[in-house]
């Protein structure tokens, strides 16, 4: 069973009195997520589903100097708090630096959220919570710290850099038990709390909401290596969306692009362009909070980062919590994302690509109908032209479409849809590019731009001058890059997004 307290009488009492009032008015206050104070407009109240207007007056500057003068000072993240409490008060300011809006959001420490991951963080194995914003990653973080101090009589290290854990104040809510805590002054110094968290402290867990940042990410790391068990959160509904994140990817060990001899890709069945993990993942377990009552667990990040990365799906196990506190195994279908199948194109999510060995049905857009017609011809494709992109599991067009970027191929983009590039609006490009369909056993946009790369590559090396690639998201770039410096030539991004990309050019590459 869960039980949940709010401290709401403290928040609603920093409030102006008819703002006050009007929320304790108010049956379904259990649910009250912020309130919101702008200047010049009328007081808010938010729950799930529903805003609520708080009165017909105005909030005026007397009113937000009101509540301003009875809570903590604001950091520099523009966040304040209420002394041991949850809350949080976050203010905007105009261009002189004057506070005009106030978003005043109720914190709750809710016990009993553990059962659900407490077999996982008993272990004393590192655990990384995913979830979207709002879905109860603080929470059940908090409540993990208190579980581990309290029950496990773990030294318990707590690195709040928004005061978002154990609330505001010198001394900590009660929500974490006897959780010691760090304070970060500012948010752009967490790594270095971290560090010297486990420099000066000697903890056996470390708690840390909110890795977002290279330097946080490569902290985590140093923290695992040193023994320290890690429980952290970060932003991302899935595991695959830290495989194509190129800042949080090394925290489920990175990836990295692999040339194969010719003798090593025949054996495999692969291109001689793979994605490979880099190293050993910061974090032993991935657990996908997608409610307060059901979580998706990874056990082996390792092993399902690398199925994912040869094409391989991994469904997680997924536990519910019901309302007598008993967990159950649930079966559920695969989220979108993660069909059987390639792995997941950088910088996009849930990227497919068609089965080998299944005809191809191709959108042709901004090409010769007639001319690929020709080539499907001579070529014998095993596939056939649609005239939708709702029909298409392939799409052909020319760069010029391509670095244009219409809602047609944003489209096709955004659902996964591989796209192949053709210079010209020739026969001899149009086979070439069906004939690389047919090699590419899993048709992943990565590859090919890896293989371009990889041909530009021997053009500059042949003397031929500077080549400019097709344009890519940034991670794809960087692999780009990665490439060209594993050949030894240079190479730089140019152009303005979404037409930046790279261009490889002789000379040696940066080191």
């Known amino acids: ?29 259990y649910a009250l997520l912020e309130i919101v104070l702008d200047l010049g407009r009328l007081p808010e109240a938010r729950y799930p589903h529903e805003e609520v207007i708080l009165g017909d007056a105005e909030v005026t500057e007397d009113d937000i100097d009101c509540v301003v003068s009875r809570i903590g000072e604001f950091t520099s993240d523009n966040r304040a708090g209420i002394e041991r409490t949850l809350h949080r008060i976050s203010c905007m300011r105009n261009r002189k630096g004057r506070i005009v809006g106030l978003t005043c959001r109720v914190g709750r420490a809710v016990f009993g959220t553990i059962r659900i991951i407490g077999d996982l963080v008993r272990d004393d194995k590192s655990v990384l919570l995913l979830g979207r914003p709002g879905v109860g990653k603080t929470t059940m973080l908090r409540e993990v710290a208190r579980f581990l101090a309290d029950e496990l009589n773990k030294r318990v290290i707590v690195v709040d850099t928004s005061n978002e854990i154990a609330g505001d104040g010198d001394i900590p809510h009660p929500g974490i038990g006897s959780a010691r805590r760090m304070q970060v002054p500012s948010p752009e110094l967490q790594h270095q709390v971290m560090i010297e968290a486990v420099e000066n402290h000697m903890p056996e867990v470390i708690i840390i909401d909110e890795i977002g940042t290279d330097l946080e ?37 990175g990836v990295e692009s692999v040339t194969l001899s010719d003798e090593e890709a025949r054996r495999r069945g692969t291109q001689k362009a793979i994605l490979e993990r880099r190293a050993p993942p910061t974090f032993d377990i991935l657990v996908e909070i997608r409610s307060f009552t059901q979580v998706a667990v990874h056990k082996d990040v390792a092993e399902v980062v ?43 999510e849930g990227q497919t690509a068609p089965a080998p060995g299944r005809e191809r049905r191709i959108y042709p857009f901004g090409v010769s109908r007639q001319r690929l017609s ?11 032209m649609v005239d939708h992109l709702d029909d298409a599991d392939v799409v052909i067009t020319l760069r010029p479409y391509y670095r244009r970027k219409p809602q047609t191929l944003l489209d096709a983009e955004s659902r996964g849809i591989p796209i192949y590039v053709v210079k010209s609006n020739t026969i001899l490009q149009l086979e070439q590019s069906l004939l690389t369909m047919r090699q590419e056993k899993a048709g992943d946009p990565v590859v090919a731009a890896l293989r371009e790369a990889e041909e530009a590559i021997g053009q ?11 344009p890519q998201n940034a991670y794809v770039r960087r692999l780009q890059h990665m490439l060209a410096q594993r050949y030894n030539v240079a190479s730089r991004s140019q152009g303005q997004e979404p037409h930046r990309h790279v261009r490889i050019m002789p000379g040696q590459a940066d080191r």
């Open 1 to 29: 069973m869960q039980n949940i307290t709010d401290d709401l009488d403290t928040l609603l009492d920093v409030l102006p009195a008819r703002v006050a009032e009007a929320v304790r008015a108010r049956h379904n206050n």
């Open 217 to 253: 990410a490569a902290a985590a790391r140093t923290i695992a290596e040193r023994g320290v068990q890690l429980i952290a959160t970060a932003h991302g509904n899935a595991l695959e969306n830290l495989i194509v994140n190129p800042t949080l990817s090394d925290l489920v060990g």
């Open 374 to 384: 020709q080539a499907m011809r001579q070529t014998h494709f095993p596939g056939e």
């Open 460 to 470: 500059v090396l042949n003397a031929d001058g500077p080549v400019d690639l097709n």
């Open 306 to 348: 690398d199925s994912i990365l040869r094409g391989y799906d991994v469904p997680p196990e997924v536990r519910e919590l019901d309302a007598e506190g008993s967990i159950s195994l649930v079966k559920s279908a695969a989220p979108q994302g993660r069909q059987r199948g390639p792995a997941p194109a950088l910088g996009g």
